[in-house]
DNA sequence: CGAATTTTGAGGTGCGTACCTCAAATAGAT
DNA sequence: ATCTATTTGAGGTACGCACCTCAAAATTCG
């Protein structure tokens, strides 16, 4: 049987109340008793039963997912896995709500974070573009005792265990080393497609994704990248006239989380050029069964969510992460293995 | 607030034993009165608070991997992973203990099933060949009460939920497509190495490769597998035989999960086939970033263990697993993505 | 040295459920 | 209607811990 609580007490010479004072530190306790307790601790092997924590504190996790305005396809994704996980970790009493932000409104994001009430929520995954202002809003809410992790994007410089997402420059390099490697041998050229390249995200990708070409396929020219802005006559048109001017277009990098529009027009274009498309979506999932794109460069959205709830409760709960299980990778689908 | 037993026997007009009956589907409660429970819980949203339930129960879960014998870095991988997951898990009161088997002996596996001790003992997964004396042995199990899934290899015939791991055919043919597109478009022949090709993972996997290059790249010959039996020197003998008697060798297909042993001799030869393998190890992992090989065909160790761990609970607790955490994804990793 | 302060102990209550006992109510059989 | 078997209720204890109070003990300070 596992130690308890009240097996420390006895091995430490104290009192169940001194052994609680030293768990959760609380003041009033002579720092040379805290060490014997926490002597105990070793030597018993003692492990806090959280589940009895938990349930003596009546204690739920609230969390709150912060995520972009617009309904691309992945971002739906995201949302529907959050649903999942809530009935998931119901059992394990956490909760996460999805509020919409504007994601470029820093203004707004930070006055929202600091508006947070600390009984109302105990964490926060935030996904937006990385603004000081909202960096310092985090740094408050971590003040006043409320977790935030960044998600999918932003703020990736900070600590690993405080960024649920993917290295996107690695995404980008992992893209172009298969569109490299897929693509013919002969010279062509490469269309690299973007919502928007204002995004860290999209210019990591695209950093990464030149890197591996330059440097292991010379015969490859890649194009400026084009910026459809989510709009879809710009798209057809813009697209359009860049397979018009360029002969020989050997492939086609769709950069962003919404690959639909321009897939949609990509492949109605009569080139056989090799396409490779972020994010995992219906749509995509459906174009590389079909053969229309060849590899999907994706993160699942279902471990993301977890792993932000899991490293938000375990912030919490002042606990070590299990950095392996929390890894997002960076996957590649093609036909064979969706 | 959520709603407790309490409430639900106020609301149900019973008294808490009988609630606690109808929950723990214990016997000496009439039809209707099950049913009068029943609806107080439809009406109040109740959720069992599973936390409390097995404090109370005193309830801790306690696994048993058994593994083949033999020391594959594969297999190391996964026991280190147990012996992660026994750390991650240790606040939810699960434990997993690994056990070695002979994996060719159907027999000793159904003996030690069938001595396992409910009360010792909460679920099992296996990793042998699929034998029907185990088959048997795990029915068994089943009704006596102790939860199984098959680990990784095996019975994969049986319900989604009882098999952790990945479509071994699938894997192969993932691999196959690489290949196909990875290695030159000019003529050559593939070498297909397998420890066995009596394993029926080995034998799926094959038949995967073998349906997409056969399909769509016609220029490729497969040749004959060779089976190394973990022999270094047979090994080296029939693989340098075969780069001796084969002119234009394109391309390396490594089937088993101990890719190290023909992977340093496919090496040593001076050709520049395009090499895949299967399964991360710290030798695998080295040779990708080196560049000596090209893919790799992946299943997380972490996450098979994890699941499987999981499943296993959620068995115990008659509940009902979240379907697309515990699918073992197959996963493809060159350099940029490691 | 005594007073003020800090540290510690003992004990209680509650979290939501499991599980047990004993008695009471109800149903079914004769 | 009487007896028996079944079903139900009421209440208690326990699980491991959090958190509270009050008093006793130890320590520090002037």
Do not use: W
């Amino acid at each position: 049987m596992r130690p308890t609580t009240k097996d420390l007490a006895i091995a430490a010479g104290v009192s169940l109340a001194t052994v609680d004072r030293v768990l959760n530190d609380r003041s009033g306790v002579r720092k040379d008793t805290v060490a014997r307790v926490n002597q105990a601790i070793e030597k018993l092997g003692f492990i806090r039963n959280l589940v009895a924590a938990n349930l003596a504190r009546g204690k739920d996790y609230r969390f709150l997912f912060l995520l972009p305005r617009g309904g691309d396809q992945f971002l739906a994704e995201v949302v529907a896995r959050i649903e999942e996980a809530n009935l998931a970790f119901a059992p394990e009493m956490m909760r996460a709500e999805v509020r919409h932000i504007h994601d470029s409104d820093p203004h707004q994001i930070a006055n929202l974070l600091g508006a947070l009430d600390g009984d109302q929520v105990d964490g926060v995954a935030i996904m937006a573009p990385e603004f000081p202002q909202v960096r310092d809003a985090m740094a408050r809410l971590a003040e006043r005792g409320i977790a935030t992790v960044s998600f999918i994007s932003g703020h990736i410089s900070s600590a690993p265990e405080d960024f649920v997402g993917i290295d996107n420059r690695a995404a980008g390099a992992t893209a172009g080393r298969l569109m490299g490697r897929f693509a013919a041998l002969s010279p062509g050229k490469i269309l690299v497609v973007a919502e928007t390249m204002h995004a860290r995200d999209s210019l990591e990708r695209r950093l990464g994704f030149d890197e591996v070409i330059h440097a292991d396929y010379p015969h490859l020219t890649v194009l400026p990248s084009l910026e459809t802005y989510g709009d879809p006559e710009r798209s057809a048109r813009i697209i359009r006239a860049s397979f018009a001017s360029h002969a020989g277009i050997a492939g086609v990098y769709v950069l962003g989380p919404e690959a639909r529009l321009p897939l949609e027009i990509v492949t109605a274009q009569p080139s056989r050029a090799t396409i490779i498309a972020h994010e995992r979506t219906p749509f995509t999932e459906a174009a590389l069964l079909s053969g229309e794109i060849d590899a999907l460069i994706t993160q699942d959205p279902g471990h993301l969510v977890r792993s932000a709830m899991r490293i938000l409760r375990a912030r919490c709960d002042r606990r070590e992460i299990l950095a392996s299980q929390e890894k997002i990778r960076i996957e590649i689908f093609i036909k064979e293995n969706l």
